[in-house]
């Protein structure tokens, strides 16, 4: 069931992001996650933040537990990777807004890659802590993407959160799709901001997993799971979810609120 | 069409396909649309007395589509938080039958207690879980400790009690007979396998945990023979389990004498959907073979005096 590969490249993003390059053949559609085992230590759920045909690419963020441990992994390190789990993004609407943030632009980069191959418009909306945290900021750019970034303290862009950039941009431009990843609060107030525009909008969203099959619970999410009919989400989809941006649940099943 | 409602310990099903332990049921939105699926009936993931996170990933490995080893380490929010899944999934209507699990007697009649009280219609005892003390083996592998454990819990609720018998035993048919002398209004058969799975590049197990149960397709055969001795040997009815992928596989383990069904991994591998087909399939097959009922089946591979 899975496929042991050996890292071939890491890239540290940001201070506190760090891509993994292996070779992995498996088709890999944008939005879609693997699970990832780090020998000896865990098997954590994982957007590909690159999906190219024969060298994939995860983008991690650096901080708490088990991102200590992938803190340690090099080039040359053993992996096990099943998968690709999950659905994607679709990449039909012609003009988009992708709010991204933080390492939430891990998981949007492959759909506004593939997105923009295909003659779409789209404008990212990026925010982090800080400058120095803007992740793909560039790598949007290369994609011909136009990007407005904001930045927590003001180091660069807007001095505050990406949300009143996004409400600023929906305000002034007719977009077809609004697609976030980031902190669940903040996709929270995405939603409502899109809905507020009338524009369809998709939310990547994450939850603790433990099988990525659909048998276990673990990524319950109201009357969905997240590894089988997500990770990528409708707002229409949400809305019978209680569970969004309210509560998500821990290892245990316990519900916990954000 | 062949009528699928079935009665069983003390419980009318409208069909025999329970929900598994294990499957879809940490939370109560699961529960609920499993039971819209089409499932007879939904059993809780197995409660402890406290919060549980269960063993680091992995957890999970897949032969294909014919088996599945797990090794989840009974995560579970504990009696105090569960409930209210419960009651969420009794209020989409749900026949919610509710699974406990603990390290010695004491444990499981004051757990069955507290899941009595949130209204399930019967409780299963998940046996193959450690002993207290730590032996190593499953607390449910002797049956002495079956019937003190059933007895002590059968004192202590007026639901029915299930007790759902461990495979990794050289006499299943005892254990079940244990589980009779002490009170059980059903058995369920089987748990999972024990077994493990290595990988060669690592060199190392599969799962975190190493040791694992196999469940799916695998063992239905295993599953089948416990089935058949349990069947010959008491005379509480036999939920059968283990393997159940399609309509024959049920009636197979209806002829070894099941009166109702469990299915778990088939939801892995084919959805929640896959309990509108096997009602679906289970009814055409009755009829095809001349069955009115599926309880008229019940046994019917055994040779009876």
């Not at chain 1, 496929?3 to 498996?26: G, H, K, N, Q, Y």
Request: hydrophobic fraction near 45%; glycine fraction near 12%; aromatic fraction near 6%.
């Amino acid at each position: 069931m899975r496929t042991i590969v050996r890292v071939t490249d890491r890239v540290e993003e940001t201070p506190s992001t760090v891509t993994l390059r292996f070779p992995f053949d498996a088709p890999c559609e944008p939005g879609q996650f693997v699970m990832v085992w780090i020998p000896g230590d865990d098997e954590l759920p994982m957007s590909l933040s690159y999906t190219a045909a024969r060298s994939k690419g995860i983008t991690v963020k650096v901080m708490g537990d088990t991102s200590r441990r992938v803190q340690a992994i090099d080039a040359g390190v053993l992996l096990g990777i099943r998968g690709p789990y999950g659905n994607r993004f679709d990449l039909s609407p012609r003009r988009v807004l992708v709010v991204a943030g933080g390492s939430g632009a891990a998981v949007l980069a492959p759909a506004v890659e593939a997105g923009v191959a295909g003659g779409m418009v789209a404008v990212v909306a990026l925010g982090a802590t800080r400058a120095r945290e803007l992740l793909f900021k560039d790598r949007f750019r290369g994609m011909g993407a136009r990007v407005v970034v904001a930045t927590d303290d003001g180091s660069e862009g807007l001095h505050g959160y990406v949300t009143p950039l996004a409400e600023r941009l929906l305000a002034s431009t007719a977009f077809d799709a609004v697609w976030t990843c980031g902190p669940e609060v903040m996709m929270r107030k995405v939603v409502d901001l899109a809905g507020t525009h009338r524009v369809p909008v998709f939310c990547s969203m994450e939850r603790h997993m433990k099988c990525g099959l659909g048998m276990c619970d673990a990524c319950a999410f109201g009357p969905y799971h997240v590894c089988v009919d997500g990770p990528v989400f409708s707002a229409d989809r949400l809305k019978e979810v209680p569970d969004f941006g309210t509560f998500h649940r821990d290892p245990t099943g316990r519900r916990v609120s954000f | 069409m062949a009528d699928l409602g079935v009665r069983c310990a003390g419980v009318a099903l409208r069909n025999p396909f329970l929900l598994a332990s294990g499957i879809w049921g940490e939370s109560g939105d699961s529960l609920a649309g499993a039971w819209a699926a089409g499932a007879g009936g939904v059993i809780t993931k197995s409660i402890g007395a406290v919060p549980r996170p269960g063993y680091p990933n992995p957890t999970v490995e897949t032969y294909e589509r014919w088996g599945l080893l797990n090794a989840m380490g009974l995560p579970n929010p504990g009696i105090e938080e569960y409930p209210r899944e419960i009651k969420s999934a009794q209020n989409a209507g749900a026949t919610v039958i509710g699974s406990v699990f603990a390290g010695d007697a004491n444990e499981f009649a004051r757990l069955a207690r507290r899941m009595e009280e949130t209204g399930v219609v019967a409780i299963e005892l998940n046996l193959s879980c450690p002993h207290a003390e730590g032996f190593g083996t499953e607390v449910g592998s002797d049956p002495d400790d079956v019937e003190r454990i059933v007895q002590a819990v059968v004192d202590k609720v007026k639901v029915p009690v299930i007790a759902k018998i461990t495979p990794n035993t050289s006499d299943p048919a005892g254990l079940a007979a244990a589980a009779e002398h002490g009170g059980a209004a059903a058995v369920s058969a089987i748990n999972t396998l024990r077994a493990l799975a290595i990988d060669v590049r690592l060199r190392r197990p599969v799962l975190s945990h190493g040791l694992g149960g196999l469940s799916g397709s695998a063992i239905k055969p295993v599953g089948l023979a416990c089935v058949w001795q349990i069947y010959e040997a008491v005379s509480i009815p036999v939920i059968g389990v283990g393997g159940i992928m399609r309509a024959e596989d049920a009636l197979e383990y209806v002829m070894a004498g099941a009166r109702a069904l469990e299915v778990g991994t088939a939801v892995a591998f084919e959805g929640i959907r896959v309990f509108a087909r096997l009602t679906h399939d289970l009814s055409s097959l009755l009829d095809e073979l001349g069955y009115d009922r599926v309880e008229d089946a019940v046994g019917a591979a055994h040779t009876r005096p």
